[in-house]
């Protein structure tokens, strides 16, 4: 599966942004979907996840309450609502694929098998 994140770009704290991911290549309806972000210096990381089902929604605790993550399986697309956004939020951010269709559970990191080229988010204060 081929995965094209868009929407990133240069937002003053407190604003807001949304992440497109659409996906092609594989049958989107049947896997579950995550971003993830990788900052400057550091390490990647979860930032939200959503099931195959769409029924169950998982968050980093840094970005609860703020960020949405939904899906619109018509459009093979995942998208990620970012609101109140901080500076400590700026970072490229991935999408990615579990390799694994219908799974029960939510998957380990190491589980995504495709993954986008990212797209860069940076927070001004």
């Known amino acids: 599966v081929q995965l094209q994140a868009s929407g990133g770009g240069l937002v003053q704290a407190g604003g807001s942004l949304r992440l497109s991911c659409a996906a092609s290549?594989?049958?989107?309806?049947?896997?579950?979907m995550a971003w993830f972000r990788q900052a400057p210096g550091k390490e990647r990381e979860f930032v939200a996840g959503?099931?195959?089902?769409?029924?169950?929604?998982y968050y980093a605790d840094s970005v609860q309450g703020r960020f949405t993550i939904s899906r619109e399986n018509a459009k093979n697309t995942v998208f990620l609502q970012m609101n109140s956004l901080k500076p400590e939020d700026t970072a490229l951010y991935y999408c990615?694929?579990?390799?694994?269709?219908?799974?029960?559970?939510?998957?380990?990191?190491?589980?995504?098998?495709?993954w986008g080229q990212g797209t860069l988010v940076t927070v001004s204060s």
């Open positions: 990615a694929v579990d390799s694994l269709p219908y799974r029960g559970g939510w998957p380990k990191e190491g589980d995504f098998g495709s």
């Open positions: 290549g594989r049958t989107f309806s049947v896997y579950n």
């Open positions: 959503i099931t195959w089902t769409g029924v169950h929604k």
